[in-house]
């Protein structure tokens, strides 16, 4: 009987264990729910707040993205229009050179040239000088005939004043003899 009664006493004690771990059980699982659905709530709720971030941020990548395409085709087209212009800025380059090479041969044949005329101004300018020098005794002679001149002409002067009074001297001393012209055959 004490079995019966400590068997009893432990199916009791099951049953009431039983009992209370099917009440827990149902309390728990309501908890649970009411986590759950108070869960659901924060997630709807977060998510509405992500969706007012990432639509509009989702969008803004699309367009910048697009921007972005746009302008690196806008760089691909002036990169191509840069290389098409340095063709031609190197084929310019290679005619400037051939022209400096040319250019380069001309200033060789001017610098001759320049050596050739330096010599022909050395000569000319002691010919100049030769000339200068014999222009100056040509002035000096000038002056000295200048001044023969001068002379001569007071003495030319001198000689008409010495023949005008030689000449009333004749005329008052041939007075005397004029009677006698009429008897010259001269």
């Not at 009791?12 to 728990?28: C, F, I, P, R, Y």
């Not at 969706?51 to 395409?69: Q, R």
């Not at 010919?127 to 040509?138: G, P, Y």
């Amino acid at each position: 009987m004490i079995d019966e009664r400590k068997k009893e006493a432990q199916t009791g004690q099951v049953d009431s264990t039983e009992e209370l771990a099917k009440e827990a059980e149902h309390l728990l699982f309501k908890d649970m729910a009411q986590y759950m659905s108070q869960f659901a709530r924060s997630f709807e709720a977060s998510a509405r707040r992500w969706e007012l971030v990432v639509y509009p941020s989702m969008l803004a990548f699309i367009i910048l993205a697009a921007y972005g395409f746009f302008l690196i085709y806008k760089l691909t087209s002036d990169i191509d229009r840069i290389t098409v212009q340095m063709d031609a800025i190197s084929v310019s380059m290679v005619n400037i050179n051939k022209n400096f090479s040319s250019t380069t041969n001309n200033m060789n044949t001017v610098t001759k040239s320049m050596v050739k005329m330096t010599g022909y101004m050395e000569s000319m300018t002691q010919d100049i000088e030769e000339q200068n020098a014999a222009m100056h005794a040509i002035v000096l002679s000038m002056d000295q005939m200048n001044t023969s001149i001068d002379s001569m002409s007071f003495t030319v002067h001198q000689m008409r004043l010495d023949t005008a009074t030689m000449g009333r001297n004749l005329h008052s001393t041939t007075g005397p003899m004029r009677f006698m012209n009429s008897f010259m055959p001269w």
